[in-house]
């Protein structure tokens, strides 16, 4: 009997009912349940961000989807292929002239001389090659070129003197304006080719769907690569880097809105020719923005100039370079416009041109204070302002109007920037 109890005890009986295994999950579970992980993750991220005055792009996303809501909701024919294709085209060339006033916000300076240099490079390219009948491409380098000298007399008169740029550019402006008018003459207009190099400019389009669908993947692979490369180096040397999910839920944000708007291009007339150049300028000095000595060299003059001096920077180089990058950009977008309406005036480059020039880099994110901005803030500033000009324009409402709304869209995006700078110096970011 005690070896039975023993036996007993050392084996014990198994349970009449058998144990129920718990059910595993399928792997569509999991990877939704990595995904909601993922989202509260980013989420948080987020949250932590916008508390700490840490924007970013949000504002203006939010804005333009606001601007475009309200206009389809007024008139159906907004978001249409055609309208969307027109709006695509017209914000390159003042596009252009943001993206290089940007430079110039970085460093905590304003351009206000690049409406006028627009018009002399515009002017410049039209009287040689029309009056003087020099090749359109020699003649068109050479307007880009004079824009380039401009800028360049400018900034390094800003950076020898210290005068502030804003004076210097101001004083630009008239004179590039009296050059402009020098240069047209007695006639004051000069119609351009329309079948010419510059016409074709904004009038081209890739009939080819395979085209803009081809440059949507590409420039989708691009942004992954790009990340990913960045998110290797970050954890090599041991910084803060980007999740494998984040990346991946970035380029997917990404290649549904390129592929969107390839689909909506090619319901009309294809790729434009003018969008093309102006997203691989942006995405091009964005490039060199923020991977680049030079780059790194203009955002840390835009924090202080005083500390950027004492660190050895090459300071005159970088404030005459960066005049010179906006003068270069200012003659680009100078041809556009010119191409656009297939003529030079005494008027071209007037108006609001450099008011919403500077107004679409503001709105877009970049900072009046200099040190915080990219390129890809002037174009989604010009987007919004465009819009509205566009959708103004369906609806037939005034100019004055427009004026109004587009004054208290940049004036909003003043407050947050200065809103967003308060609170990052409180949280010690700024």
């Known amino acids: 009997m005690r070896r039975t109890a023993d036996n007993a ?3 014990p009986t198994e349970p009449t009912e058998p144990d129920t295994e718990a059910p595993q999950p399928s792997r569509g579970q999991v990877f939704a349940r990595a995904v909601a992980r993922g989202v509260d993750r980013q989420v948080a991220v987020a949250r932590r961000k916008l508390s700490a005055g840490e924007l970013g792009s949000l504002p203006v996303v939010l804005v333009l989807a606001a601007v475009w809501i309200t206009f389809q909701s007024l008139n159906q024919s907004f978001l249409s292929p055609r309208n969307l294709s027109n709006l695509s085209v017209d914000v390159a060339g003042t596009g252009l002239i943001a993206v290089g006033i940007v430079f110039v916000l970085l460093i905590g300076e304003l351009d206000l001389s690049v409406g006028s240099i627009s018009g002399l ?6 009287v040689l090659n029309v009056n003087n009948g020099v090749p359109e491409w020699l003649a068109a380098l050479i307007g880009v070129l004079t824009g380039t000298a401009a800028g360049t007399i400018q900034g390094f008169s800003f950076a020898k003197t210290r005068v502030p740029a804003f004076v ?3 004083a630009g402006l008239l004179t590039w304006n009296g050059f402009m008018l020098y240069i047209l003459g007695a006639s004051g207009t000069v119609n351009l080719d329309e079948h010419g190099l510059v016409a074709r400019l904004t009038s081209y389009y890739f009939t080819n769907d395979a085209v803009a669908y081809g440059l949507a993947a590409i420039a989708a692979a691009m942004v992954f690569l790009v990340c990913y490369q960045d998110r290797r180096r970050r954890k090599a040397v041991g910084m803060p880097y980007r999740s494998l999910r984040g990346i991946v839920t970035r380029t997917g944000v990404l290649a549904v809105i390129a592929f969107t708007g390839a689909y909506l291009l090619n319901r009309f007339q294809g790729l434009p020719l003018a969008l093309l150049i102006f997203l691989a300028v942006v995405a091009g000095l ?9 780059g790194r060299q203009i955002y840390a003059l835009g924090g202080s100039v005083e500390a950027a001096r004492r660190a050895s920077l090459s300071v005159t180089g970088v404030q005459t370079a960066v005049l010179a990058i906006s003068g270069t950009m200012a003659a680009i ?14 008027s071209s480059g007037s108006g609001v041109l450099l008011l919403n020039a500077i107004a679409a880099a503001v709105i877009g994110g970049t ?3 200099g040190g915080r901005g990219t390129t890809w803030s002037a174009a989604l500033g010009m987007l919004i302002i465009q819009s509205i000009a566009s959708g103004m ?3 037939d409402t005034p100019a004055a109007v427009q004026f109004v709304i587009t004054g208290g869209v940049l004036f909003a995006a003043v407050v947050i920037d200065s809103l967003s700078r308060r609170s990052q110096k409180a949280h010690g970011r700024a």
């Not at 490079?121 to 039209?126: G, I, P, S």
């Not at 964005?286 to 030079?294: A, F, G, K, P, Q």
């Open 9 to 11: 005890r050392a084996h």
């Open 121 to 126: 490079a515009a002017a410049v390219f039209a």
């Open 168 to 170: 210097v550019t101001l």
């Open 286 to 294: 964005d490039i060199v923005l923020r991977r680049t000595h030079y």
């Open 333 to 346: 977008g100078g041809l556009f416009l010119a191409s656009r309406i297939t003529s030079v005036s005494q």
């Open 367 to 369: 900072s009046l204070f």
């Open 393 to 395: 324009a369906l609806t």
